[in-house]
């Protein structure tokens, strides 16, 4: 069965820097394109990323570009998201999911992680 489990999330001062793990069940990086979300508290789901199966190209949100950058590691069937110079905004909870990697990173997730506590204060 296909899993999708988050980590690495945790209390982090404005400006520092985060890493979070997806860890994925077999296959999953060949066949399935991944990406980040995250969601505060009251608010929608927001989309910050994405990995192209395909090709490892990614693509991000405007809000997190130039801070945030995903990458993929096959042997450890792992992608993260490295995240820097982080702000109170960016505290939420993250989430990971997988579309189906013949689409092209079009919105189209079907499998979603538990998610992974960020908070971002002082």
């Known amino acids: 069965q296909l899993q999708l489990v988050e980590s690495g999330g945790g209390l982090v001062q404005p400006g520092g820097s985060l890493r979070l793990s997806c860890a994925t069940s077999e296959f999953v990086l060949d066949y399935y394109n991944l990406g980040w979300f995250r969601q505060a508290p009251g608010k929608e789901r927001e989309g910050l990323s994405c990995i192209s199966a395909r090709d490892g190209g990614t693509v991000y949100a405007d809000s997190v570009k130039g801070r945030f950058t995903v990458s993929r590691d096959f042997v450890k069937r792992t992608v993260y998201l490295q995240m820097t110079n982080l702000k109170p905004e960016d505290a939420g909870v993250y989430y990971c999911?997988?579309?189906?990697?013949?689409?092209?990173?079009?919105?189209?997730?079907?499998?979603w992680g538990q998610g992974t506590q960020v908070t971002v204060s002082s």
């Open positions: 999911a997988v579309e189906n990697r013949y689409l092209d990173c079009d919105d189209r997730y079907t499998d």
